[in-house]
């Protein structure tokens, strides 16, 4: 742009919708004034960076309003000259269908910056992206988009963990740390700040494709380990161990500031955004990193007060966000999510609801093997076979990953309470299904609850995985898989979990769709009490534009 006029880094994102309201979240190269539809908000400022959320809140249900974004006048969005359709935002309507997508994980390996290199640099780094992580499932999920009418758009996209990999950027950061403090400064070609944290952010949300994405679907997020770093909060032993790096304070301060202005404060809704403290102070002048800044250090010692999870209706559908990973208990007792956190939970699901979507970026229920090897885990790390072999679990558990709900026993068990308790009508109505979404394990699946004798369950309950939408597993991980979801690893990690005095669960499952082993988003359909899930992969066509191609499509009541 040469006109002088403030231009747009990122967004804009659709974020919040719901029959009378939305926000709309921004990042721009200065302070100016941000005008949406007839609303404006100025931006506020953090380590000299600027960034705005929009609040509409005078729209119409089920209306569509094509929408541009002005900066103090000047119309920066949309870009001149895009062959995408027009950016539109679709108020909900509790009287039509609801559709969901939900997905995780998704590596940037975009080619280097958008601002460097030849065309031909960058085709041949996207396709060496491709082969090694595979065509992403974000980008075809945008061009299926691009043809489709806006009716067919969801009421929602969930992106549930590891949105970005601040312990494995792309190449567009690693060039940026090349040309700034350098990669002999640790942690290396890692995130160390906040100004790398936002370029990180820069670079997987600014593709032509999905960037036009996210302004048309409105989008609800979580994060997971690599958001932060790998196995985040896996243990109080990994926290002392990353206490104690030097660059750690900086890399956790930054990895909370960006996470409340990129993905948290879109989460909620306008009345909570007027309820929200640290929101009224970031409206008033000022630079605000010392005070995001501390908030940031309370988030991380895990703060009375200091929430992740969220929901949101749509409808007689329910949507429960849990955060399994910021508010973790790993002294003493572990537990996934905090007592007090999952009383609200609990509270959030009360009513009667045609359907209860439970999302948290890691799975319930794993593959049999997998989850009586990781309670068996959590087991000899607690103690149970001596205080050598504790010391052997705790690096078994980080260098496995045996860290979801089934190595939190007590928040699985909680869980368990949850699920029966939903499906027999203990919190109002049983609702015609109960869906535990989940990501974070690189393959997708879904598995059908089943309830010991007596219960009389009188909802459809099942566990929904979608992993990865761009990272897929390398081979060597996949038979891993294989060994240990086989009879046999079942029949070994259910032996050992008895011999360390673990009580089998009470709920029991089967996979009754897939495992796919491919980058994937899926697909909730709720219409009044019927449900149907359907998952699909992205491929590429001969001209190497991907697209999504159906796996699944199952009737769930």
């Known amino acids: 742009m040469t006109d002088g006029a403030p231009e747009l880094k990122v967004g ?3 974020r919040y919708v719901a029959e009378t309201e939305a926000t709309i979240w921004v990042e721009t190269d200065r302070a100016c004034q941000v005008a949406i539809l007839g609303h404006q908000a100025q931006t506020f400022e953090v380590a000299g960076h600027h960034f705005a959320l929009v609040v509409l809140d ?17 119309v920066r969005w949309p870009e001149p000259g895009s062959d995408f359709p027009p950016s539109v935002l679709r108020t909900t309507n509790p009287d039509r269908p609801v559709r969901l997508v939900y997905g995780s994980c998704r590596i940037d390996e975009l080619p280097v910056p958008r601002h460097h290199g030849s065309p031909q640099r ?3 780094r996207a396709e060496e992206d491709e082969k090694q992580h595979g065509p992403d499932a974000l980008v075809a999920y945008a061009l299926d988009l691009k043809r489709a009418s806006s009716a067919e758009r969801p009421d929602l996209m969930l992106l549930i963990g590891d949105q970005v990999y601040a312990d494995n950027p792309g190449p567009g950061l690693r060039e ?5 403090r350098g990669a002999e400064v640790p942690p290396g070609y890692e995130v160390a700040n906040f100004a790398e944290y936002c370029f990180l952010y820069c670079e997987a949300w600014t593709e032509p ?9 409105p989008t609800a997020m979580i994060f997971d380990d690599h958001d932060v770093h790998d196995d985040w909060n896996t243990s109080a032993a990994w926290r002392r161990e990353y206490a104690a790096k030097p660059w750690w304070p900086e890399r956790i301060r930054s990895a909370y500031m960006t996470y409340w202005i990129y993905q948290h404060i879109g989460n909620l809704s306008p009345a909570e955004l007027a309820k929200n403290e640290l929101w009224q102070q970031m409206q008033q002048p000022g630079d605000h990193a010392d005070v995001l800044g501390d908030f940031a250090e309370q988030a991380d010692k895990r703060a009375d007060g200091i929430q992740w999870s969220y929901r949101r209706t749509f409808g007689g559908v329910r949507v429960v966000v849990i955060d399994s990973r910021g508010g973790r208990v790993v002294e003493g007792e572990r537990l996934m999510v905090d007592d007090a956190e999952w009383q609200w939970v609990v509270e959030s699901v009360a009513g009667d609801w045609d359907h209860v979507v439970l999302a948290s970026s890691l799975p319930l229920l794993l593959p049999d093997g997998i989850h009586e090897m990781e309670a068996w885990n ?8 001596g205080r050598r072999l504790a010391r052997l679990g705790e690096r078994v558990r980080q260098e496995l990953d045996l860290e979801h709900w089934s190595a939190f026993g007590a928040s699985f068990r909680k869980f368990e309470d949850l699920l029966t308790d939903l499906a027999t009508g203990a919190h109002g109505a049983p609702p015609a299904t109960v869906i535990v979404i989940g990501g974070d394990i690189h393959h997708s699946y879904v598995a059908a609850v089943e309830f010991p004798a007596g219960t009389n369950p009188r909802s459809a309950v099942y566990q929904a995985v979608c992993s990865p939408i761009h990272n897929v597993l390398p081979e060597h991980y996949k038979r891993l898989h294989q060994l240990t979801t086989s009879r046999a690893g079942g029949v070994l990690g259910a032996t050992l979990a008895k011999l360390a005095g673990v009580s089998r669960p009470r709920i029991t499952w089967r996979i009754t769709e897939g495992s796919w082993f491919h980058n994937m988003l899926s697909a909730l359909e709720y219409d009044g009490r019927r449900a149907r899930i359907r998952f699909a992969r992205a491929v590429c066509d001969d001209a190497s534009v991907p697209h999504l191609q159906s796996l699944c499509d199952t009737d769930l009541t």
């Open 378 to 385: 959590e087991a000899v790390c607690a103690g149970a076979w």
């Open 176 to 180: 940026h740390i090349d040309q700034t």
């Open 12 to 14: 804009p994102l659709l």
């Open 209 to 217: 494709s999905v960037r036009w994405l996210l302004s048309v679907v």
């Open 58 to 74: 005078d729209l119409r249900p089920g209306q569509e309003y094509e929408y541009q974004v002005a900066l103090d006048g000047t």
């Open 122 to 124: 960058q085709r041949r």
